[in-house]
């Protein structure tokens, strides 16, 4: 596999793009602080039982939603509350999207990374801003952009001096509602320098599929994520809820989170496979 550099996520420990295969999960939206701080803390649990590095992520507002009417979280003020407690009482690296710059300086006070969603990963000035707080950044790769324009958008980011990106595959638009995930992009994506993540929960998404809301076909995410895995990637991303198909979002392609030690255990026996082949 092609070397990349490491991003270091707030601790020595939590590094995605080294040896161990990275997990960045949570739930879509941000709810109370008891209910995300409880799934934030089953995760790094669960994580820490298998040695594995883990970043907590939960959107603070949803710009994107397909409806005017659709469930955005708590907002600005409430929702990066609630994500400064679970990184400081759960004791968590925490990350996060921002859907303008101007929401940047007040999220970084909050964040342990930012995250610049799929549609805005062309936004100059939004990427220019998340560079220049000094966190590590993870661009989603829009569904219209082939791999290799990614290129663009990292130069975006370390044109402020932040090397520390990260950029994440979601799946490309196919047609209406639906969206299919060129494994090659992966490859692609990862020659570039920098750590790669898959996205298996938005990758199964039907966006706007499900009459003013996106629909999905969680069933399908373990099994990608376990290609993206073989192909060589250096973390999976993927929300999570106690009850999915009571979530204020993203119900649909959310992974059960009884189910998510044994998504995550089958993962990593892909990874050791991958890195033993590797070596040999």
């Given at each position: 596999?092609?070397?990349?550099?490491?991003?270091v996520?707030?601790?020595?420990?939590?590094?995605?793009?080294?040896?161990?295969?990275g997990?960045?999960?949570?739930?879509?939206?941000?709810?109370?602080?008891?209910?995300?701080?409880?799934?934030?803390g089953?995760?790094?649990e669960l994580?820490?039982?298998?040695?594995?590095?883990?970043?907590?992520?939960?959107?603070?507002?949803?710009?994107?939603?397909?409806?005017?009417?659709?469930?955005?979280?708590?907002?600005?003020?409430?929702?990066?509350?609630?994500?400064?407690?679970?990184?400081?009482?759960?004791?968590?690296?925490?990350v996060?999207?921002?859907?303008?710059?101007l929401?940047?300086?007040?999220?970084m006070q909050?964040?342990?990374?930012?995250?610049?969603?799929?549609?805005?990963?062309?936004?100059?000035?939004?990427?220019?801003?998340?560079?220049?707080?000094?966190?590590p950044?993870?661009?989603?790769?829009?569904?219209?952009?082939?791999?290799?324009?990614?290129?663009?958008?990292i130069?975006?980011v370390?044109?402020?001096?932040?090397e520390?990106?990260?950029?994440?595959?979601?799946?490309?638009?196919?047609?209406?509602h639906?969206?299919?995930?060129?494994?090659?992009?992966?490859?692609?994506?990862?020659?570039?320098?920098h750590?790669v993540?898959?996205?298996a929960?938005?990758?199964?998404?039907l966006p706007g599929?499900?009459c003013?809301?996106?629909?999905?076909?969680?069933?399908?995410?373990?099994?990608?994520?376990?290609?993206?895995?073989?192909?060589?990637?250096?973390?999976?991303?993927?929300?999570?809820?106690?009850?999915?198909?009571?979530a204020?979002?993203?119900?649909?392609?959310m992974?059960?989170?009884?189910?998510?030690r044994?998504?995550?255990e089958?993962?990593?026996?892909?990874?050791?496979?991958?890195?033993?082949?590797?070596?040999?």
């Amino acid at each position: 596999m092609a070397q990349v550099s490491e991003v270091v996520v707030r601790e020595p420990d939590c590094v995605i793009g080294g040896r161990r295969l990275g997990i960045i999960a949570g739930p879509c939206l941000v709810e109370d602080f008891d209910a995300t701080a409880a799934i934030a803390g089953e995760l790094a649990e669960l994580c820490a039982d298998l040695d594995t590095p883990f970043v907590f992520k939960a959107s603070f507002d949803k710009a994107n939603r397909t409806s005017v009417t659709s469930e955005r979280g708590p907002g600005w003020q409430d929702g990066l509350e609630v994500l400064a407690r679970v990184r400081d009482e759960v004791g968590v690296p925490v990350v996060s999207d921002v859907h303008e710059t101007l929401q940047v300086p007040l999220a970084m006070q909050a964040l342990d990374m930012v995250q610049v969603p799929a549609f805005l990963s062309r936004q100059t000035d939004l990427l220019v801003a998340a560079g220049e707080t000094g966190l590590p950044v993870n661009i989603k790769k829009g569904q219209f952009l082939a791999p290799e324009d990614m290129e663009f958008s990292i130069a975006k980011v370390t044109s402020t001096g932040n090397e520390q990106v990260l950029v994440t595959e979601r799946g490309a638009s196919f047609g209406y509602h639906n969206l299919v995930v060129d494994m090659r992009g992966l490859a692609i994506m990862r020659a570039l320098g920098h750590p790669v993540v898959f996205d298996a929960t938005h990758s199964v998404q039907l966006p706007g599929g499900s009459c003013g809301a996106s629909g999905g076909q969680r069933e399908f995410a373990p099994v990608l994520a376990r290609a993206a895995v073989a192909v060589g990637i250096d973390a999976v991303f993927m929300e999570v809820h106690p009850r999915p198909d009571e979530a204020p979002c993203d119900g649909p392609n959310m992974i059960p989170l009884a189910q998510v030690r044994g998504v995550i255990e089958q993962l990593l026996a892909v990874h050791r496979a991958v890195m033993h082949a590797v070596e040999r």
